[in-house]
């Protein structure tokens, strides 16, 4: 779109063929960080790319919609985007935060 709105060429442009996708890791709760347990079992699950905590040991997390930010990302690669959503909630599954009360 950007570039078709600046005036070039978008004929030559190609897809990628392999479906892709991120999941927001939702805060369950308020309080403080205060551990993230399975990051590497979340990292195995097929098809996952990357597991990307954003918030740090030790920082407040306030879930939406007061809060502004999401625990991370997870991100996928995958066939079909069905397969993309199967290893993003399996891989969210493994995952366990440990949140303390304030």
Known sequence: MIRHAIGQHVETLHREK???GVMMIPVP??????EVRG???ARKVDDVTEVDITIPIGGEVVPLPEGARYLGFIFARSQTPEAVETALREAHRRLEFVILEL
Request: hydrophobic letters at 60%; glycine letters at 16%; a positive charge.
């Open 18 to 20: 392999q479906a892709a």
């Open 29 to 34: 709760k308020a309080g403080i960080l205060g």
């Open 39 to 41: 990051k590497a079992a």
